[in-house]
């Protein structure tokens, strides 16, 4: 019997959980389908009495969505790659070589991801004018490359180290250099890891805010969170657009996240464990 209680009760904490997590997103969705009357109606319609794409359609009227859209994947792609590419061979000697400063790399790695962001944009957005970088993707890309790299070189490293050294031993003893053993052996035994850095590094770019508002004023190259922005007037928040907006955005990450969460999990537990 108290087992039984006990059960129940937490069947119900769970599904009480489950609504308040995903009312939001049920919210969004619901308001991107209300027709724009019915937003404000009052009282209050959990369930509209009928169903429109007009703010879907609108969003593409009124904005460069489309171009907001094509800034965004540019940059989160091209950035992601970039850390991956980095991160590979970072995490690669970090796993497998013991160096003089070795843990005081990781330690400078660890303690990037405690500092506030917003505490550099002063300084990062003078760096960025100093070099004539504003109004420019690459400038977007360059801070995105450089933030994400720490904490993806993490990731992959708990990968690495789960790998036994001995795999790639056996391919130099068979002929392999390092770098072939590397390419040839490691990186595919690793593509799970991969997989999920990249798309942790993706969502990142595709989600940030801050830095693109910072750098990027020209509106033909702003990216999708910016557009975001650009729904709240002075006087007046545009919730249809907003709405529609927000359920374009977010579907990309809600893809990636259900495809790479266990991976992402694997790779945060095994650095810990490992670091």
Request: overall charge positive; some cysteine; proline content about 4%.
């Amino acid at each position: 019997m108290k087992q039984r209680i006990l059960g129940m009760s937490k069947f119900v904490y769970l599904t009480v959980y489950l609504l308040i997590m995903v009312f939001p997103l049920y919210w969004i969705v619901i308001t991107s389908l209300k027709p724009q009357k019915d937003i404000f109606s009052y009282p209050i319609k959990y369930w509209p009495e009928r169903f429109t794409l007009d703010n879907y359609v609108n969003i593409f009227k009124i904005s460069k969505f489309h171009i907001y859209i094509g800034n965004s994947l540019l940059v989160a792609i091209f950035s992601a790659a970039i850390v991956l590419v980095i991160a590979i061979l970072s995490a690669y000697v970090l796993a497998r070589f013991k160096f003089r400063g070795h843990k005081q790399i990781m330690l400078a790695f660890f303690a990037t991801q405690m500092l506030p962001g917003f505490v550099a944009l002063a300084p990062l957005y003078l760096m960025m004018s100093s070099m004539n970088l504003i109004n420019n993707r690459f400038s977007l890309v360059l801070m995105y490359t450089v933030i994400l790299i720490p904490f993806s070189t993490i990731m992959l490293r708990g990968f690495f180290q789960r790998i036994p050294a001995s795999l790639e031993e056996a391919a130099m003893i068979d002929g392999c250099s390092r770098w072939s053993a590397l390419v040839r052996i490691i990186i595919p035994v690793m593509l799970p890891g991969i997989a999920s850095t990249f798309i942790f590094a993706f969502v990142q770019n595709w989600n940030e805010l801050f830095l693109a508002v910072m750098f990027i004023d020209n509106d033909a190259l702003k990216t999708l969170p910016v557009a975001m922005n650009s729904f709240i007037l002075k006087f007046d928040v545009d919730w249809g657009a907003m709405s529609a907006g927000a359920v374009l955005s977010i579907i990309p990450t809600i893809l990636l996240f259900a495809f790479a969460q266990r991976f992402i999990v694997e790779g945060l537990t095994q650095g810990a464990e490992k670091g």
